[in-house]
């Protein structure tokens, strides 16, 4: 189970709040909505993909 370290609260992988932005995910802590984690989302199209066809 994920601990928060700012406020040592041990919660399931279930009740993390999870945000998607493009290629990035944050999940943060329900209970005082630290952070707990960013991750990179790979195998999404960049927008800045300028490959010509």
Do not use: N, W
């Not at 609260?9 to 707990?36: G, K, N, Q, S």
């Not at 960013?38 to 195998?43: P, V």
């Amino acid at each position: 189970m994920p601990q928060c370290r700012a406020c040592d609260a041990t919660v399931t992988a279930a009740r993390l709040v999870r945000h998607d932005y493009p290629r990035v995910t944050v999940v943060h802590c329900p209970e005082c909505t630290a952070i707990v984690g960013r991750y990179r989302r790979h195998g999404d199209a960049p927008e800045t993909d300028t490959l010509r066809r």
